[in-house]
């Protein structure tokens, strides 16, 4: 029964060793996630906008001021649906953020210095002349109005690589890796703009609770206590301490994500040494008729092989895979449908177009993002960085117009930086024309790029490495 499944599964021939693999497939399986989800977040937008325009307008906003709360002994928080979606849903899509700034830092595209710079630097640009444009188009307007000056720095992630997957035939993988590269680093200065600039007056009692909430995890896991449940609570009483420190709880989650060990429980070589043990054991008991293994012993060797495979695989990998659907099918179309419902009477986009702040995130964010990333990868070039393998000119236009849709980010971004409903009205409509525009550029952006032929990565290899990357 077992034999046919032994013979193919050879436990004494070699395993192939591709370095690649550890890179490519994490990548691969984010893409497909990000070009589903990317779908889905356009459907709560348009949802949304529909909706906040629709007869049934009021429905929309009660279901956003519908209150919630969690009451405990000792604390209690309660807030708008509104408020849980982006205080809370959020700290997870930033959680998420962190693992993959972790996981390209470790064995990605920003693990390899010559090869990151370009892409680093023109991330870099991509976020300073947006800047740059937004408070030269708003000089002159209030204090309150600039406050918005970093909405056209952010890119939206999904509908970014959606689009690239749309056109992966055209996409080589040195583009696809520079693409990825970019929102990473675009996220990272996304984090750090939001921890700095749009945080509250900060408590420091409760943000060095936070940060020994997050020390003790880290002793928690060098102890050697892996259950996943004592990680859980402990986060969600770091996320009430940062909570109520004044600074915005998303930058937890993404401190969090990047501190996540990339060392697994157990090393590759152990578990190849272990694995074909047990294989051995299936082999015995299969070859040998008068010693058959019972059932008890196949699922007592199962299940071990099954823990066995658990523990070889690093955490940070294990919970992208598992937190990674549900921020991209739940987590941000729910973000979406709860800040896109913009009421567009023609008054309000009269209004809208007449102030600066809705004028400086459009031209920041179709002009700005893709002129910067361009002009700083370019500068980067002729200082001496390299592109990656296959990685044109014209690709990297692309990168840059698809880069100009800032949709999820920049709308999180807005929400922090005004208090003030017509202004913030007025950013979110920059946002959505923004998008208007951008969108259709970087699909043309992308159908201009010449078709490639891509070797397909192997379906099932395992990476055996020397060494394994520490924390």
């Given amino acids: 029964m077992l034999g046919g499944v032994i013979r193919r599964f050879d436990p004494r021939e070699r395993l192939p060793r591709r370095p690649l693999t550890n890179f490519v497939r994490p990548v691969q399986e984010f893409v497909q996630t990000e070009s589903a989800g990317a779908v889905l977040l356009m459907v709560a937008a ?7 325009n629709s007869p ?32 809370v849903g959020m700290v997870l899509f930033f959680f998420l953020i962190g693992l993959e700034v972790k996981r390209e830092i470790t064995i990605g595209e920003l693990s390899d210095p010559r090869v990151m710079a370009a892409p680093v630097v023109g991330a870099i640009g991509g976020m300073l002349l947006p800047l740059g444009i937004f408070l030269l188009v708003t000089q002159g307007a209030s204090a309150e109005a600039r406050e918005g000056w970093a909405i056209p720095m952010a890119t939206d992630v999904a509908f970014a690589l959606g689009i690239a997957t749309l056109f992966a035939r055209r996409v080589p993988i040195g583009l696809r890796a520079m ?6 680093v675009d996220d990272i200065g996304t984090v750090v703009v939001v921890a700095f600039f749009y945080s509250g007056d900060v408590q ?44 915005h709880p998303t930058t937890l989650g993404a401190v969090l994500g990047f501190l996540t060990p990339w060392r697994p429980p157990m090393p590759l070589d152990g578990f190849v040494r272990t694995a074909r043990q047990l294989l051995e054991r299936f082999r015995a008991g299969d070859e040998d008729p008068e010693t058959p293994l019972g059932h008890d012993q196949v699922v007592d060797s199962l299940l071990s092989l099954s823990d066995l495979s658990s523990n070889a695989v690093p955490h940070v990998d294990r919970l992208e895979h598992h937190l990674h659907p549900w921020v991209a099918y739940l987590v941000v179309p729910a973000f979406a449908l709860a800040n896109a419902g913009v009421h567009l009477d023609p008054s309000g986009l009269a209004d809208a177009f007449a102030s600066t702040v809705t004028w400086g995130v459009i031209v920041g964010l179709v002009v700005g993002k893709p002129v910067g990333l361009v002009a700083a990868t370019w500068i980067a070039v002729v200082l001496g960085a390299q592109r990656p393998a296959g990685v044109t000119w014209r690709g990297v236009w692309a990168i840059g117009l698809v880069a100009g849709i800032g949709f999820t980010v920049a709308l999180f971004v807005g929400d922090l930086a005004y208090a003030d409903p017509d202004l913030l009205r007025f950013s979110k409509i920059g946002i959505i024309a923004a998008f208007a525009i951008a969108g259709p550029l970087a699909f043309l952006g992308f159908r201009l790029l010449p078709k490639v032929e891509q070797a397909r990565a192997p379906a099932a290899t395992v990476d055996a490495p020397d060494t394994v990357a520490a924390p």
């Fill in 46 to 52: 348009i949802v949304a906008l529909v909706w906040a």
């Fill in 56 to 87: 049934w307008r009021e429905s929309y906003e009660e279901l956003l001021a519908v209150q919630l709360g969690v009451d405990l002994a000792f604390w209690a928080v309660e807030g708008s649906l509104h408020f849980w979606v982006n205080e």
């Fill in 204 to 247: 420091v009692d409760q943000l060095l609770l936070t940060a020994g909430l997050v020390a003790l995890m880290l002793l928690v896991y060098r102890l050697g206590l892996r259950q996943m449940f004592i990680f859980a609570g402990m986060g969600v009483v770091a996320w009430a301490a940062i909570h109520d420190s004044g600074v």
């Fill in 179 to 184: 693409l990825l590269t970019f929102v990473i």
